[in-house]
């Protein structure tokens, strides 16, 4: 997993060498500290995400932004001013709920999204068939779907605890060493 982790790292450590990539966090493109690729707070105390790194993407960004945003965002990358223009934005996206932002994006290539709550996520239109609600509750679809195999689900979620004794005599587990650690409260078995 070490060696698979540092290839991941290439072009981070790439970048590094070439001063293109600070040892400072939340300083570097990618980890909160450019103005194009971050999360912003909205009026409403939601919050959305820009990811728009390549020019076209940063341009239709600017564009929807309005005739201020583009002047003061001309230079993307300005990396010395990038702290400045990180308050700027996030100045400029309090303006505005999350709905709002969404009217504005709605059906550009910004890069954009609004950051949603796991309740909001699950019910959003993009979601398109990852959740079903089956038996009182809701779960992702079976993963992956193919366009000829129609993928089911084959049983209710598990609640905390409900398998614990099958899957340990599975494991090769004794029953009086499962018998023990439940009695120990090492081990959740469904009440």
Known sequence: MIDGAAVLMASTF???????????????????????????????GKYISLG???????????????????????????????????????????QKTRDEWDCVFLGSDACYAPVLSMAEGRLHPHHRGTFVEQDGGWQPMPAPRFSRTDAKIQRPPATIGQHTKEVLIELGFHVDEISARLESGAIAQKV
């Open 52 to 94: 728009s790194i390549e020019p076209q993407f940063y341009a239709e960004l600017l564009e929807k932004l309005g005739e201020p945003a583009q002047e003061m965002f001309a230079k993307q990358y300005d990396i010395a001013n990038w702290p400045l223009m990180q308050e700027q934005m996030a100045e400029l996206i309090k």
């Open 14 to 44: 790439a970048a590094f060498q070439a001063n293109f990539w600070s040892d400072n966090r939340g300083t570097n493109m990618l980890d909160g500290g450019s103005h194009f690729y971050e999360i912003f707070e909205t009026s409403d």
